[in-house]
């Protein structure tokens, strides 16, 4: 008799898990479960639905008959409330619940909530689901003027988006827009950007008070600014969806903590994605890496390991790809510290950065912005640990040529 793979979630890391599980094993049966009431869609497209670039249509990343073809149910609009592992158990929200032989948690990541007055009463809107993008699209109507809290990737991009479709846009941004991805000199430049294309930014500030006047939102800064706005969309930050694991046994640090295999503390249980913390590449150390091809990789070796394929994650690096007004930035690796080798650009009148980060003979690290270069090359020289060390000022000179040269000199080894 066959085993049941029961899924929690439907986004990158669930459905990565299916191929590979189909991939492996024909017969069981595998049964996925999911709190959106939409098919499978890609959320980082999501703004390109306001900036009117794409169509609703165009989001979705499954057809009708994907299911079947992948002999899988689809149980949709369905909240988890409660894992009970010692009986194999999930409990759903109208209290029925299903078995499971082994489960793969892969419930994604939740925006987090912020303590500010008057927050509740003015109606912001967060932007993290299809929902959300859904709301947004109805309330732009007749509105002009929108201001965005957050300087993330994803704040940037839903504003470049609102900028796209003719809105006034504020950001607002408690250091500096794009701090964790692009350092102080390319973030800059980046701000430099939005700024010529009519947004306002307010540095090094944050929002102190919201409320309403005269039919706007008005906005208290802690610097002492007061912003008037039609709409407040709020994005600072997502953290991992585990509130229905609240007494399971799971681990959960940040997120819920795994090994190189998926595996949680718990046999049987599995998590991937935006809501698993695994070992990190470089230094073993766990942590959450909330980006989509993270969930690919994370999902592909989750779903071997339930079917009995003992396959082990090389672990997370950090990657973020944002296209912006016709410009390209690209970060991978961690940051500098003091016993990295920083190739930097030192020209502040130019307006492209390129950066790359060294750990003895290896590349661990690079920053580009508008750099005409491969991510998918720069990511395999850091993963298969290439040695770069004779080749380290050519690569900073001519990023693209000589890493692809050095891909397939790697490759031919």
């Known amino acids: 008799m066959g085993k049941k793979h029961l899924i929690i979630g439907c986004g990158t890391a669930a459905l990565s898990a299916i191929r590979k599980i189909r991939e ?25 639905l306001i900036s009117r670039r794409i169509r609703r249509t165009d989001l979705f990343v499954t057809d009708e008959r994907y299911f079947d073809r992948m002999r899988c149910s689809l149980r949709r609009g369905t909240q988890v409330i409660q894992i009970v592992p010692d009986r194999k158990e999930v409990i759903y929200q109208d209290q029925s619940c299903d078995r499971y032989d082994s489960l793969l948690i892969a419930s994604g990541s939740e925006p987090i909530r912020l303590e500010i007055d008057g927050l509740d009463k003015v109606g912001f809107i967060g932007f993290h689901t299809m929902d959300d993008c859904e709301r947004l699209l109805k309330l732009l109507v007749n509105k002009n003027e929108i201001a965005v809290y957050g300087g993330g990737l994803v704040a940037l991009e839903i504003a470049a988006a609102l900028i796209e479709g003719g809105y006034r846009v504020h950001i607002i941004v408690r250091s500096y ?9 390319a973030s800059g430049i980046v701000e430099g950007i939005f700024r010529t294309h009519g947004c306002k930014i307010h540095s090094g500030t944050e929002v102190g008070a919201v409320g309403k006047k005269k039919g706007k939102i008005e906005i208290a800064l802690t610097s002492g600014e007061t912003i ?15 509130f229905f694991l609240e007494n399971s046994g799971i681990k959960i640090n940040r997120g819920i903590e795994v090994d190189r295999r ?11 994605g935006d809501v698993a913390e695994a070992p990190d590449f470089f230094n ?23 079917v009995g394929e003992e396959l ?4 997370w690096i950090s990657m973020n790809l944002f296209k912006f007004f016709g410009h390209s930035a690209f970060s991978i690796g961690p940051p500098p510290d003091g016993s990295s080798q920083v190739f930097c650009d030192e020209h502040e009148s130019d307006q492209c950065h390129k950066e790359l980060i060294f750990s003895d003979k290896r590349l661990i690290g690079a920053r580009f912005l508008d750099i005409d270069i491969d991510p998918g090359v720069i990511r395999y020289l850091i993963e298969n640990k290439v040695d770069v060390e004779r080749y380290k000022e050519l690569l900073f000179e001519k990023p693209k040529g000589i890493s692809r040269w050095l891909m397939l000199e790697s490759e031919r080894r």
């Open 312 to 315: 082990q994650d090389s672990g």
């Open 177 to 185: 827009i794009a701090r964790q991805y692009l350092g102080k000199r």
């Open 228 to 242: 008037a706005a039609d709409l407040f969309v709020v994005s600072t930050g997502v953290r991992p969806r585990t």
């Open 24 to 48: 492996v094993n024909s017969s069981d049966e595998v049964s996925l479960v999911t709190m959106e009431t939409h098919a499978p869609y890609s959320p980082a497209a999501l703004p390109y």
């Open 284 to 306: 073993n150390q766990h942590g959450v890496n909330p980006i989509a091809p993270n969930a690919l990789q994370q999902g592909r070796i989750a779903g071997a390991n339930m």
């Open 262 to 272: 998926m595996r949680t503390n718990i046999s049987g249980v599995y998590a991937a």
